[in-house]
């Protein structure tokens, strides 16, 4: 893939007056972050519920809980935290141990999945952008900010469970806009995920920059107005689209 300058793909950065951010593989990769988190909450099963423990080292049964959890809550699909905290129940009910133990046991996982590692490029990013536009985080994930140690260079952040839907859906796009005083045109947003980020982002009014760390084609329909493989590349857009 060529990565494409703002002026081939039609980048209005003179129309840009803040940024939207996602978080998980954006920020930090999420797989390494969540398979921690997975090791350290069967750690504290070995000790309170070995049984269940030992069951979630089946192969499958993983995504075995998690299927049945989304399949009997609906209503938390936007919600990855209920859901998890589900899929722990789940086990524990299968393993014929205390359900009750899935509070104190989700704790311990989303306590861990708090712990990020960030990209290099991710955190002189933050302070370039910060300092030139207000930034708003949108995520589809359960991340906190403020726990993750990114919150002091967000006016604000928006996810999925707490808005009562996510990405690729219009309404949240449209909310981080609003909470700096903006209309989606206003705000360009910046994410990994070709549909949730870039083609939610469009379809919301807002430019979108695709964020590609790991070569891949476009296989959408509208393109984004920019497409970089790392968040220095994307402050150097911005900034030589700026002079």
């Known amino acids: 893939m060529a990565f494409a300058t703002p002026d081939s793909l039609a980048l209005?950065?003179?129309?840009?007056?803040a940024i939207s951010l996602d978080l998980d593989d954006t920020l930090w990769p999420i797989w390494p972050t969540?398979?921690?988190?997975e090791r350290v909450l069967h750690d504290w099963l070995l000790r309170e519920a070995p049984?269940?423990?030992?069951?979630?080292?089946?192969?499958?049964?993983l995504r075995e809980l998690r299927e049945a959890a989304a399949?009997?809550?609906?209503d938390l699909a936007h919600d990855l935290s209920a859901l998890r905290r589900e899929s722990i129940r789940g086990a524990l009910r299968r393993a014929g141990e205390d359900p009750a133990l899935a509070e104190?046991?989700?704790?311990?996982f989303f306590e861990e999945r708090q712990r990020v590692t960030l990209y290099d490029d991710a955190l002189p990013a933050l302070k370039w952008l910060s300092e030139r536009y207000p930034l708003v985080a949108v995520s589809n994930g359960n991340a906190d900010i403020h726990r993750t140690g990114v919150g002091r260079w967000f006016r604000t952040a928006f996810n999925a469970r707490d808005f009562g839907s996510g990405k690729p859906h219009a309404p949240i796009f449209r909310a981080a806009a609003a909470s700096v005083g903006l209309l989606p045109k206003d705000v360009l947003h910046v994410g990994d995920d070709a549909a949730l980020d870039v083609v939610g982002a469009l379809d919301a009014g807002m430019q979108a920059a695709w964020l590609v760390r790991e070569e891949r084609p476009w296989e959408h329909g509208a393109r984004p107005q920019l497409i970089v493989p790392n968040l220095h590349a994307l402050c150097m857009a911005l900034d030589t689209a700026r002079d």
């Open 12 to 17: 209005d950065v003179k129309r840009i007056a």
């Open 34 to 37: 969540i398979e921690r988190a």
């Open 51 to 61: 049984r269940t423990a030992d069951l979630l080292v089946t192969p499958g049964i």
């Open 71 to 74: 399949k009997e809550r609906s």
């Open 104 to 108: 104190p046991a989700f704790d311990v």
